[in-house]
């Protein structure tokens, strides 16, 4: 199994930058497809980027442009830059990881709050 570790969530000012990084634990993460989710009250949890095992590169409309998706294999790490943050890019984000027969994980979320 895998355990997914959300980091650098905070507070910025609109217009500003955040990286969010993912640590996953376990074997086999270069064969899991990785992928960014976010929240806010009263909505769905809405995809916000996927990074496939292949390295096909998946951005919901809203943040195209905005945001890139990244992973380093050998820190078993995924990565989410954030640039130009708007007000409406306030939620809380949770990694996923997901591997064809043997399952899907989700860490607990880190709030990323864009407010002046």
């Known amino acids: 199994q895998v355990q997914l570790v959300e980091s650098g969530g905070g507070l910025v000012q609109p217009g500003g930058s955040l990286r969010l990084s993912c640590a996953a634990s376990g074997s086999g993460f270069s064969f899991y497809d990785m992928g960014w989710y976010r929240q806010v009250p009263g909505k769905q949890r809405e995809l916000v980027a996927r990074?496939?095992?292949?390295?096909?590169?998946t951005y919901a409309d809203a943040v195209k442009g905005r945001f890139s998706i990244s992973r380093d294999n050998t820190k078993n790490t995924a990565y989410l830059q954030m640039s130009s943050l708007e007000p409406e890019d306030t939620a809380v984000y949770y990694c996923n990881a997901v591997r064809l027969r043997t399952g899907e994980y989700w860490g607990k979320g880190t709030l990323v709050t864009v407010s002046s």
């Open positions: 990074i496939f095992s292949g390295g096909r590169l």
